[in-house]
């Protein structure tokens, strides 16, 4: 979804969701499997391949969203702005600290 806005690369994915390279690259893979995204190599650097949604995976958005939605909102139920920002802190923290 955020492919749309700006291109999505293996790297962010790792970032994002603090994920080994390697296993970045197995959830990946098993994605592409399931034809719900693709990798496109990049116009300026064929090097480079960003992630997008297949067109199967659009037709599934609503529902990713709804899920990431509900998730979210279970989550930070009942905290503060400021502890939600804490608890975001800390969580990047660790996920650094386990790489």
Do not use: W
Request: contains cysteine; charged residues 40%.
């Amino acid at each position: 979804m955020e492919s749309e806005n700006h291109p999505v690369y293996q790297k962010e994915i790792e970032e994002e969701f603090g994920l080994r390279p390697s296993t970045a690259t197995e959830t990946l893979k098993n994605l592409e499997q399931a034809e719900l995204i693709c990798r496109v190599p990049e116009s300026e650097d064929g090097r480079y391949k960003k992630i997008v949604f297949t067109e199967q995976a659009r037709k599934i958005e609503h529902i990713l969203r709804k899920e990431i939605t509900e998730s979210e909102e279970l989550l930070l139920q009942g905290i503060t702005e400021e502890e939600r920002k804490e608890f975001l802190r800390i969580a990047e923290k660790m996920l650094r600290n386990l790489e």
